[in-house]
């Protein structure tokens, strides 16, 4: 499976994003699909997933009530729509999704297979 992430960018403060990640294969509508974050001198943090059948969603205390994760497995895409965004949303996203499927999303960074090559998001104030 290769993940390919895109749609960062530029933005203000209060502005919206959604970020798409576009997968390779025919399994990937059983695969639970997370979303990281690394900000600039940090550590990678787990934002949010969606298992395969988007039975399960979850979101950190850190995006919750601003960030959406939805999916359409028939176009192999995941999505994460961001919404009302902060300067301190500043890092680069990345997607990965797991070999195996879930039936709710695994949180930790060690648990994920495969992985997307980032996208740069900016936030200004």
């Known amino acids: 499976v290769q993940l390919q992430a895109c749609g960062g960018g530029l933005v203000q403060a209060g502005d919206s994003l959604r970020l798409s990640c576009a997968a390779s294969g025919r399994t990937f509508g059983s695969r639970t699909v997370g979303w990281f974050r690394q900000a600039p001198g940090k550590a990678r943090e787990f934002i949010g997933g969606?298992?395969?059948?988007?039975?399960?969603?979850w979101y950190g205390n850190s995006v919750k009530g601003r960030f959406t994760c939805f999916r359409d497995n028939a176009k192999n895409t995941a999505y994460l729509q961001m919404n009302s965004l902060k300067p301190e949303d500043t890092a680069v996203y990345y997607c990965a999704a797991r070999r195996v499927p879930d039936t709710t999303v695994v949180r930790y960074e060690s648990e994920y297979d495969y992985w997307g090559q980032g996208t740069l998001v900016t936030v200004s104030s």
């Open positions: 969606i298992t395969g059948s988007s039975s399960a969603i």
